[in-house]
């Protein structure tokens, strides 16, 4: 136990012990927490990814609630977060410190309810859609909740499900009767203020405390020409290393498989190399999990953005990213799962394309530029209707259906300020059309329709995800091992070979409902399988507008860069430096096209395009093509003044059914809510408003 005179002595000694008892001295961020958690206060922590935000925060919560919990035996904490395997995972950290102290750590997902056991659990770890079942169903064993835990807010933060939960704790106050202590907990919040005004009650102060990380980025920039390059690259990295793990994080499960399928080429490599995706059955994922963390050899995990959380696969001496993810806080939860133990991030940045490697060397740049520097996008608080659709649905299934008035809805949306009766209504009515809801014939009031029952009974009631197209299991020997959308089976056929769960298959039958297989030993022939991948994956406007900031501002670090690369990326700044300003846009003129370097990401670029009627134009996240000059001085500073041109991006959105029920017009007000509340869009049309453009000429020689 620790002898210095520091806030620890604050915690009760048999919980200190149990959490920090090896410990010789507490981290910055776990002295921080000690004194305002032990008096109640909420508290948002932003604190690096491994930098043990969830025993910093569990340790005073737990001393000051756990004889509580024991004495009465009653439930006193929740601890949500976002996805079953970061539950399961959390479950097996805390049991193992809490055990001592007599605490039972349960948990309550889609698999596993534990407060269906005879002995109920002291602290509850689940899902926000866990904990919309346990309060439709009225559990009493909420009624003695003294705090909730928000764990990785960041990925609930404008989004339905994250409107969902804030609606969810107010709703749980209004049962229990009084007031939760609340924590937030992620590793790159970007809007302190609009964690706070969505998922803290409105009356009530908040902390916030703020680390950035403080661990130095090794990083280094590498060009392969194409996948096969991938093989001869990591058996380098392995030379003369022993017991060395990688984590290799990809943008697509697709790529996943073509990856392992290279790997897997070198005989020596193959037992070490693994995949880990979504799709993939939980069985499996654990599997993959326990043997990645406990193996002894070189090993390779191949993962999309499953493995961004913090599920413990052991300590990884490398992560490797192939090409550049699309937003900054997936980079910095990416980067954050490496070399921990020597506290120092070793990140390897793959540039895989000829055609926009130097736009992707400097979207590296500035992302581990922006990492360095603690720099992050700013996003005001959404208004989203959809998830107040399906609260209103849980509301009423929790009532058994009885009319409820519509004051009594809009109690439970305090915290939506942008939520009048009116819109309210309108939602209420345009359920009531499609016979979700029933009206009642002369009081304001609304009860449960036929299709909400039926909802309920689909269990499709309790979360606010996309509907997606239908999907079909993966089967071997009657073992489930992961699912595939519904499309596959149109495309594949008997005795073909498919990739999957990092391994070749040999498809034995097709159906409506599974797809059969049985391992094959042909590798070269295997067919990719098709997935669903959203329209509106497209790289935030954050780092774009970076790129031109870092460029102009910044001392670029350019060693980073192999030397095959570093050459054309000093010309090409240098060009920009030389002849342009940061208050220019660049551009040259080309076949009759004036091409515009904005640096503005493809949405502005799209609004701007579209905006100006610009004729035979074309955009990319960095250019605007056209025939018609542009007059930068008369372009709108108000991102309100565009919307209008949205209406098709509305129907390039995946939606979820409490969204497809709305009103049109409140569709289309969700759908612009990017646009509205990106701060750094409102400085991207300042900048290019009071620009002049420049010809550079050579820019005709980069692509």
């Not at 859609?129 to 933060?157: A, G, M, P, W």
């Amino acid at each position: 136990m620790m002898n210095n005179p520091t806030a620890s002595h604050l915690l009760d000694s048999r919980v200190a012990t149990a959490f920090y008892g090896s410990f010789k001295s507490l981290r910055p961020i776990q002295e921080a927490v000690i004194k305002p958690l032990l008096n109640e206060e909420n508290v948002i922590l932003a604190s690096g990814t491994g930098s043990g935000k969830t025993e910093a925060v569990m340790a005073p919560l737990v001393s000051r609630y756990w004889k509580q919990a024991v004495q009465k035996n009653v439930l006193i904490l929740l601890y949500i977060s976002p996805t079953k395997a970061l539950v399961n995972d959390l479950e097996k950290r805390l049991s193992h410190k809490l055990s001592s102290l007599g605490i039972k750590v349960g948990v309550r997902h889609g698999d596993r309810d534990d407060l269906k056991q005879s002995i109920k659990p002291h602290i509850l770890i689940t899902t926000p859609e866990s904990l919309e079942v346990i309060l439709i169903r009225n559990d009493q064993t909420l009624d003695n909740i003294k705090c909730l835990v928000f764990d990785e807010i960041h990925l609930l933060y404008n989004t339905q499900r994250g409107m969902q939960l804030s609606v969810l704790a107010k709703r749980l106050e209004s049962k229990i009767n009084h007031n939760l202590q609340r924590v937030a907990l992620s590793a790159t919040i970007g809007s302190f203020d609009g964690i706070s005004k969505v998922f803290f009650s409105q009356s009530s102060e908040v902390k916030i405390l703020s680390f950035p990380t403080s661990r130095p980025i090794d990083s280094h920039i590498r060009y392969l020409y194409n996948s096969q390059e991938l093989l001869p690259f990591i058996q380098q990295l392995f030379k003369g290393r022993k017991k060395t793990k990688f984590l290799i994080f990809v943008n697509s499960r697709k790529k996943c498989e073509i990856l392992a399928d290279v790997l897997r080429k070198d005989k020596y490599l193959e037992p070490g190399i693994f995949t880990h995706y979504s799709s993939l059955s939980k069985d499996i994922r654990l599997d993959i999990e326990n043997r990645f963390s406990n193996t002894s050899a070189n090993s390779v995990c191949i993962a999309t953005n499953t493995l961004e959380l913090g599920i413990d696969i052991g300590d990884i001496d490398a992560v490797i990213l192939w090409d550049p993810p699309y937003r900054i806080d997936s980079f910095l939860q990416r980067i954050g799962r490496s070399n921990r133990r020597e506290n120092k991030t070793n990140v390897i940045c793959l540039i895989t394309k000829q055609e926009t490697k130097l736009i992707d060397c400097l979207l590296f740049m500035a992302f581990i530029d922006a990492a360095k520097h603690g720099k992050l996008p700013i996003y005001e608080p959404y208004e989203l209707f959809g998830a107040i659709n399906q609260q209103c649905f849980s509301v009423l299934l929790g009532k058994n259906g009885q009319y409820t008035k519509v004051k009594d809805f809009l109690e439970i949306f305090d915290s939506q300020d942008y939520l009048s009766r009116d819109i309210l209504e309108k939602i209420l009515d345009a359920s009531t059309e499609q016979e979700y809801l029933v009206k009642h014939g002369f009081k304001n009031q609304y009860g449960a329709g036929r299709n909400l029952y039926f909802l309920k009974d689909q269990r499709l009631i309790y979360g606010n995800f996309a509907l997606s197209t239908q999907t079909v299991e993966i089967k071997h020997s009657s073992k489930v091992i992961g699912e595939v959308p519904m499309e596959n089976i149109f495309k594949l056929s008997i005795n073909e070979v498919i990739r999957f769960a990092g391994t070749q298959w040999k498809i034995k039958k097709i159906s409506k409902s599974h797809i059969e297989v049985t391992p094959s030993k042909f590798q070269d022939c295997a067919t990719n399988l098709s997935y669903n991948y959203s329209s509106s994956l497209i790289r935030e406007t954050f780092i774009f507008h970076h790129i031109w900031e870092m460029i102009h501002n910044c001392k670029l670090d350019l060693k980073i860069i192999e030397k095959s690369l570093r050459n054309d990326i000093f010309q090409l700044v240098e060009i920009f430096r030389k002849e342009t300003s940061y208050n220019q846009v660049p551009m040259f003129f080309k076949n009759s096209h004036i091409h515009y370097y904005t640096f503005a990401g493809s949405l502005v670029n799209y609004v701007l395009a579209t905006s100006l009627n610009l004729k035979n134009s074309g955009f990319n996240d960095i250019v605007i093509t056209t025939t018609t000059p542009i007059e930068w001085n008369k372009i709108s500073t108000d991102p309100e003044n565009y919307t209008k041109y949205f209406k098709e991006i509305l129907f390039s959105q995946e939606l979820s059914i409490y969204q497809e029920l709305l009103p049109t017009e409140l569709k289309q007000v969700e759908a612009i809510q990017q646009w509205l509340k990106d701060l750094t869009i409102k400085k991207i049309l300042k900048r290019l408003s009071i620009s002049s453009e420049c010809q550079v000429s050579q820019l005709e020689n980069f692509p």
